[in-house]
């Protein structure tokens, strides 16, 4: 039987000497134990569910073997101390906080139902995805003007406000069609990417229990009026805690909004397992050279979060010129409608 410290394809179980402690004293062979922790560490409390489960454990260990490694004809076990070993992130060692109390009077919150969740999947994407990010200004003064008198026109109907976002989610749709590198997820098991023919874009929501993303599906078949309808219904269903779950999954790309809030910019995280989102801060009066003119314009900084893994800077230099361009004139966002 293998030491519980044994290591793996020359690379240690990632586990705390607490932990590694446990399994001598209990006689668990740490290679067994699939982790929980972050980056695939073996806690304590998998040691002892491992060792409460007994037999069963080895049908999850079983389970939880990635199918491509396992197809290639690897023993299971095997596969699955790869896999385990694989996830683990050199230099990475967790050790538990200060008891802050000491210094003065604290107030603790437990970490539940949707920030858990928004913590765990930025964290994911934060240790997962190379990011990289690429930033533009888009002059929206004439598409701001034509967006007021459509508001104006269209004041109390369905869909009425017709925000900037609409108009961008329409922009960003066309550009993910010439290029699909933006609308893709890379399989790290695989090692494949996978493009995605329909458009699903997300828009990041803020809610008072945290940070929700809405979807509105088939965003290359509708209206900027229909994308604007489904903005404001799926936001106030997200604000009152309504919005189904099957509106918050499928999205092939989202884009997050902090200009209502303030800012000039922001470098967002990609909502994994997309490989890019849209950053848009706010639009400000700026003096520009135009015709060799100083011109007052409304100006939108926008910053587009790539996965380096699929995408070059090129790609996004590339994308968000276009988008930039179709922000720019009005008349080429409604041609493409």
């Known amino acids: 039987m293998t030491q519980p410290n044994s290591t793996v394809s020359g690379r240690p179980v990632p586990a705390a000497p607490a932990t590694r402690r446990l399994a001598r004293e209990l006689g668990v062979d740490l290679t067994l134990v699939p982790g929980t922790g972050p980056g695939g560490r073996v806690t304590p409390a998998d040691v002892q569910a491992f060792l409460?489960?007994?037999?069963l454990n080895v049908q999850s260990v079983q389970s939880a073997t990635p199918a491509p490694i396992a197809?290639?004809?690897?023993?299971?076990?095997?596969?699955?101390?790869?896999?385990?070993?694989?996830?683990?992130?050199?230099?990475?060692?967790?050790?538990?906080?200060?008891?802050?109390s000491l210094q003065g009077?604290?107030?603790?919150?437990?970490?539940?139902?949707?920030?858990?969740?928004?913590?765990?999947?930025?964290?994911?994407?934060?240790?997962?995805?190379?990011?990289?990010?690429?930033?533009?200004?888009?002059?929206?003064?004439?598409?701001?003007?034509?967006?007021?008198?459509?508001?104006?026109?269209?004041?109390?109907?369905?869909?009425?406000?017709?925000?900037?976002?609409?108009?961008?989610?329409?922009?960003?749709?066309?550009?993910?069609?010439?290029?699909?590198?933006?609308?893709?997820?890379?399989?790290?098991?695989?090692?494949?990417i996978v493009y995605k023919k329909y458009y699903n874009?997300?828009?990041?929501?803020?809610?008072?229990?945290?940070?929700?993303?809405?979807?509105?599906?088939?965003?290359?078949?509708?209206s900027i009026r229909e994308i604007s309808r489904e903005i404001e219904e799926k936001a106030a269903l997200a604000r009152?805690?309504?919005?189904?779950?099957?509106?918050?999954?499928?999205?092939?790309?989202?884009?997050?909004?902090v200009g209502p809030l303030g800012g000039t910019a922001l470098i967002p995280t990609i909502n994994y397992p997309e490989v890019a989102i849209l950053g848009m801060g706010r639009v400000q009066e700026k003096p520009?050279?135009?015709?060799?003119?100083?011109?007052?314009?409304?100006?939108?900084?926008?910053?587009?979060?790539?996965?380096?893994?699929?995408?070059?800077?090129?790609?996004?230099?590339?994308?968000?010129g276009e988008l930039v361009r179709n922000l720019s004139d009005p008349n080429l966002l409604l041609l493409d409608t």
Do not use: C, W, Y
Not at 52 to 55: M, S, T, Y
Not at 201 to 221: H, M, Q
Not at 240 to 257: R, V
């Open 201 to 222: 874009i997300g828009f990041a929501a803020d809610t008072g229990k945290g940070l929700v993303v809405p979807v509105i599906r088939g965003t290359d078949v509708k």
């Open 288 to 320: 520009v050279v135009r015709d060799g003119q100083i011109v007052i314009r409304k100006i939108l900084p926008l910053t587009l979060a790539f996965d380096h893994r699929v995408a070059d800077g090129a790609d996004a230099a590339r994308f968000v």
């Open 105 to 192: 009077p604290v107030e603790v919150e437990p970490l539940r139902s949707i920030r858990r969740k928004v913590a765990r999947k930025m964290v994911t994407s934060m240790i997962l995805v190379p990011h990289v990010a690429h930033m533009d200004d888009a002059d929206v003064t004439e598409l701001e003007e034509f967006r007021l008198k459509m508001k104006a026109r269209r004041d109390g109907e369905p869909g009425g406000k017709l925000t900037l976002l609409s108009f961008v989610i329409r922009a960003i749709t066309a550009g993910l069609r010439a290029a699909p590198a933006f609308n893709a997820s890379l399989d790290p098991f695989r090692e494949e």
């Open 52 to 55: 409460a489960g007994g037999a």
């Open 240 to 257: 009152e805690g309504k919005l189904p779950l099957e509106d918050m999954q499928g999205g092939t790309f989202t884009i997050t909004n």
């Open 71 to 100: 197809a290639a004809g690897l023993a299971v076990e095997g596969t699955t101390r790869l896999a385990a070993a694989a996830s683990a992130i050199p230099f990475l060692d967790l050790e538990p906080l200060p008891d802050f």
